[in-house]
């Protein structure tokens, strides 16, 4: 027998009495119990925004991004033993590799995002606002990690990726979190934990588990804190109401279990790929997890044509599906998490029962390989029909949490909308067409009302990760049932545990805030080329004010036979009347050209590397013959990178970073600005490689 214990403030405890015995869902035996009666959850939820909070907030993107990554490394070699304990759960080796390796997957992939991110603990967000006639008055925003802590309330179906997909985002943001799992699955969740905090890659304090019932954390909840949670609709609008939400205006992101759909397109007939593909895949949404996933499909809907020929390919997919122990060959098919799931999906089948047909499964006639269906936690898969699906509408309200779902027919692409819609909000809903107009239509009309929307057909379907699966770089989430929230979503994500801030002054304060060079701010003139400076030699604002060159027609010429780009205005002898030009103009990619001829230091090697890239390029008035053209070189920016291999001794790595440049390319006007770009560079550090 065991006893999940729950970490908090810095210490492994277990809970008074026993809230909850714990079972296995395969066998019905008892295995431990859960609790977490008598927890401080004030000193927890404090402890984690003064000890671990404190630590985070310091670290920068960079350094957070990395930590992720070796979190992901370090529990990747410890999964085999997570596989052991989630077969537990009912669950085969496919539902526990959507849980276990796609939690992991989340935490290398918002590693990844530290590459959109700057080498600082915050965010500087979009770019500056003029506010002044002279420019000496700027506005900019920046977001700062909130000073709180993520409470994330978890649901019973994915105790390692509804943890894992969660805090990888707080911390990314660098924001600590407590984390509350069901506790019927809670010891799956523990396991996890143990060896995160046995690594100690993430700081003391950043996380922490209270395993069992967790009654009474959220009346301890302030301002900067984050609630999530994942669950039923009912549950999530009762905490959503929560009076402590309420009066300390707490982020809260529910994320509720939603009848999502999957839609047939009207020239996918029965012997084309895509109804193929149809089939299939709502198939293997009856039965992955057993239907136990919140992007479940609950409604199929399909042209009314081929209503029947749809009914009797998933009835065959469904019967040749074998349920029972995940340990025996052949089974691909487990049981529900618990005997109170099988209960309360019960109770919800008998309701849809009164208003359509069962035209597949049975409550109690259903053959289970390799163990007692009576002790075990296991449900047939159900399929309904529903021959009147705008009359009989408990189809659209009612979500038996399992292996359920109802066929319906519609006449046309407008029909299929409308049904969509009556699910009052919807995870993710699939359309199923090779006709791209089709899918435009569908897609425009039914957003409003899925958080996702799939688009599936023959081209993509050997890399497409499925109706089910919410990827970590998108948003996961939806309107209305739904709840209206949004999780992951790449940057997004990181930037919901953030507090966004306008700042406003001196263009030379604000570049010293944003450590990002902000036009107009004072430059720091230097003998020394900023080329020959390594990284860490360099700071923001660094600038290089280069000598001026004359631009003549013979160079206009000579560009122009080199490029092949003889654009009317180029040339000398163009009739310019009714033009926007007044005479020959340079080409703005030549005025770039020899920009980098003017700020290139080219006769020494030097700490620069490589030139990878231009952004933001723009030419503000044209250049004539006769103008002469100077450069502004300013370091606007540095972001420290990972080591990469040195071509030159494959033993050793190279230590760099990326520093982007601001190019202001001038005249000698009143209103010099002739164009605008940043380019990008990957420069050494001073200690250039290391073993």
Wanted: aromatic share 8%; net charge negative.
């Amino acid at each position: 027998m065991i006893q999940v214990k729950n970490y908090v403030c810095g210490q492994w405890v277990a809970g008074e009495g026993s809230e909850q015995q714990i079972y296995n869902a395969i066998t019905g035996d008892v295995i431990g119990s859960v609790s977490s009666a008598g927890l401080d959850y004030a000193a927890i939820l404090d402890y984690g925004r003064t000890i671990g909070g404190k630590v985070l907030r310091k670290m920068s993107f960079q350094d957070r991004g990395r930590m992720l990554k070796a979190l992901a490394l370090h529990l990747m070699e410890k999964k085999e033993k997570y596989y052991q304990v989630s077969a537990w759960t009912g669950a085969t080796r496919i539902d526990s590799w959507i849980d276990i390796e796609g939690g992991i997957g989340n935490l290398f992939a918002n590693a990844s995002l530290r590459r959109q991110f700057p080498d600082l603990p915050y965010y500087v967000d979009g770019t500056a606002a003029p506010l002044s006639k002279h420019g000496t008055f700027i506005g900019h925003h920046i977001m700062v990690p909130k000073q709180g802590i993520a409470v994330h309330i978890n649901a019973f179906n994915f105790p390692v990726w509804g943890m894992l997909e969660k805090i990888a985002v707080n911390l990314m943001a660098g924001v600590p979190a407590v984390v509350k799992p069901s506790e019927y699955t809670s010891y799956l969740t523990e396991v996890v934990v143990k060896d995160i905090i046995d690594s100690k890659i993430l700081p003391e304090g950043a996380l922490q588990l209270v395993a069992g019932f967790g009654r009474g954390i959220i009346d301890h909840v302030e301002s900067q804190d984050v609630v999530t949670f994942t669950g039923s609709a009912h549950t999530g609008k009762k905490l959503k109401a929560h009076p402590r939400l309420v009066e300390e205006s707490v982020a809260f992101n529910l994320e509720a279990d939603s009848l999502n759909a999957m839609v047939l397109g009207q020239q996918a007939t029965p012997g084309t790929p895509e109804f193929d593909l149809f089939i299939k895949e709502v198939t293997k949404e009856i039965t992955i997890k057993a239907g136990q996933k919140c992007t479940a499909v609950r409604r199929i809907m399909v042209p009314e044509n081929v209503l029947e020929e749809v009914q009797k390919g998933v009835a065959a997919r469904l019967s040749s599906t074998k349920m029972g122990d995940p340990s025996v060959e052949g089974v691909r098919m487990g049981s529900l998490a618990s005997r109170l799931q099988v209960e309360r999906v019960r109770a919800n089948v008998e309701l849809l029962a009164q208003s359509q047909q069962m035209v597949y499964g049975s409550l109690d006639e259903f053959d289970v390989v390799g163990a007692d269906k009576n002790k075990g936690a296991f449900f047939s898969p159900i399929l309904f029909l529903n021959d009147q699906p705008f009359d009989k509408q408990d189809v659209h309200n009612i979500e038996a949490f399992g292996p359920v779902s109802t066929i319906m027919p519609y006449k046309d692409l407008d029909e299929a909308i409308e049904l969509t819609k009556l699910g009052k909000g919807s995870l993710v809903t699939s359309i199923i067409t090779a006709d791209n107009k089709e899918a435009r239509e569908f897609v425009v009309e039914a957003a409003c009302m899925n958080g996702r929307i799939l688009v599936l057909n023959n081209d993509c379907a050997k890399e497409s990760t499925g109706h089910g699966s919410p990827m970590p770089l998108l948003t996961h989430g939806g309107p209305g049932r739904a709840g209206g929230g949004e999780e992951m979503g790449g940057k997004r994500g990181v930037l919901h545990y953030m507090q966004r801030t306008a700042i406003q002054g001196h263009p030379t304060t604000i570049t010293e805030i944003t450590q990002q060079y902000q036009q107009g701010a004072q430059g720091k003139l230097d003998a020394i080329h900023p080329f020959k400076k390594h990284y860490e030699e360099l700071e923001v604002g660094d600038q290089l004010i280069t000598d001026s060159r004359l631009i003549t027609s013979e160079d206009i010429d000579a560009f122009a036979a080199l490029s092949g780009d003889n654009f009317y205005a180029h040339k000398r002898d163009t009739n310019f009347a009714g033009t926007m030009f007044d005479e020959q103009v340079a080409h703005g990619y030549f005025i770039m050209s020899i920009s980098a001829g003017l700020f290139v230091d080219s006769y020494v090697i030097n700490p620069v590397l490589l030139n990878y890239g231009i952004d933001e390029l723009r030419f503000t008035k044209p250049v004539y013959a006769g103008a002469k053209i100077h450069i502004r070189f300013t370091c606007k920016e540095k972001i420290s990178t990972d080591v990469t291999p040195n071509p030159e001794d494959p033993k050793t790595l190279i230590q760099r970073g990326v520093v982007k440049w601001l190019v202001e390319m001038l005249d000698d006007t009143d209103q010099p600005l002739v164009g605008i770009a940043t380019i990008l560079t990957m420069v050494k550090k001073l200690d250039q490689s290391i073993n």
